[in-house]
C-alpha cells in the first residue's frame, strides 16, 4: 500500500492528456482502505492521504476481555451488530473490559 507522499508518474508531461489540480481516489485490493491524491501538472500523482481499516484483537485476560486496535481511531460497542453505537470516550489501547453481555466493538476513524 503506498504512503503519503509517494509519487507515480502517470503520463509525460507534454502528451495529449493536460490536467491539473485533480483529486483522485484509488480502490484498494484491501477491503475498506483508500487512497487519496492530487494529479499534478507534470502528469504526476502524488499520494495525500492513506486510510487502512482497524484490525481488533480480542484476548481473554484474567477472566477479562482485552481489546486492541491497530490504527488510529475511536473504540465504541453496541448490544447487536446493527447499532446503536457508542463512542467509549478515551478508551486506552487496549482496552480491558468485562466479558458479562452480549457486546459488539468496532474502531472508527
Partial sequence: MPVVGDAFPLFRP?????CSNATLRLICET????VTGHLTSNGTLL???VTKPARLHIS???????ISWDTW??????????GPWQII???PNPYVTSVAGNRFF???N
Fill in 106 to 108: 468496532r474502531v472508527v
Fill in 14 to 18: 507534454g502528451g495529449d492528456f493536460t
Fill in 60 to 66: 481473554l485476560v484474567q477472566a477479562q476481555a482485552e
Fill in 89 to 91: 470516550t478515551n478508551a
Fill in 31 to 34: 477491503p475498506g482502505a483508500s
Fill in 73 to 82: 481511531g475511536q473504540l465504541q460497542f453496541s448490544p447487536t451488530p446493527a
Fill in 47 to 49: 499520494i495525500s492521504q
